[in-house]
């Protein structure tokens, strides 16, 4: 069995528990408020304005046996530059402040996630941090097209609050291809590493999803 499919059985539990967050839930069913649609733009601005970041310190880390993931790292620097930008404009266009949440501070869950992804990459093994895009993507290719179009359908929003949902449904489709083709070269031991990282940045994920405020205007704990 090719290792990417391992990786899904193997956290296939670990993902269940993410996508059972209550907000999720919410969302697909068509049960959001505009109010937390734009807490979730927020917190993913703030984890994603580390993506390119993290991807430099990734490659300048990877170890020599690693170094032909060198070119691979560098083509998602390019596709994912400037990234929050896109979730800035969401959020203007969604009725937010843009400005007022490129000043501030994320919330715990969101800072712990990004926290723990530069220490895999500067005091762990860093192809664990491909156990991040593998949570992230993954995730991104089963919800954000669908998300995006209950979440339009019950707010009433136009196209250009959904920038984010959409592309990047849309991208990781094919992100998702190029890891698993990478995943595959790797040894064992890298392997296990990134299935160990999954099953942590799964509950790291979910437990942003969980901070976030539900339409009755609670955080789901």
């Known amino acids: 069995m090719p290792f990417y499919e391992q990786l899904q059985a193997a956290t296939a539990e670990s993902r269940a528990q993410l996508i059972s967050a209550p907000i999720i839930a919410d ?37 020599e046996r690693l170094g032909w993931a060198r070119k691979a790292v560098a083509e998602y620097i390019e596709e994912e530059i400037g990234h929050e930008e896109w979730i800035l404009n969401d959020i203007a266009a969604a009725g937010g402040d843009p400005e007022a949440v490129r000043a501030s501070r994320p919330d715990l869950p969101a800072e712990v996630m990004v926290a723990y992804a530069y220490d895999l990459i500067n005091r762990g093994n860093p192809a664990g941090f491909f156990g991040m895009v593998f949570v992230l993507e993954g995730t991104s290719v089963a919800l954000a097209l669908t998300a995006a179009d209950r979440i ?31 995943l595959e070269h790797m040894t064992p031991e890298d392997q296990a590493d990134v299935l160990r990282a999954a099953q942590v940045f799964f509950k790291l994920y979910g437990d942003v999803f969980r901070a976030l405020p539900m339409s009755g205007g609670s955080a789901c704990n």
């Open 27 to 63: 969302c697909l069913a068509g049960r959001v408020s505009r109010a937390s649609y734009l807490a979730f733009l927020g917190q993913a601005y703030h984890h994603v304005r580390h993506t390119t970041p993290l991807l430099m310190s990734l490659g300048g880390r990877l170890p």
């Open 152 to 182: 339009q359908q019950a707010l009433g929003l136009p196209d250009g609050a959904f920038s984010y949902l959409r592309s990047h449904g849309t991208l990781d489709q094919a992100h998702t291809q190029h890891l698993a083709r990478l």
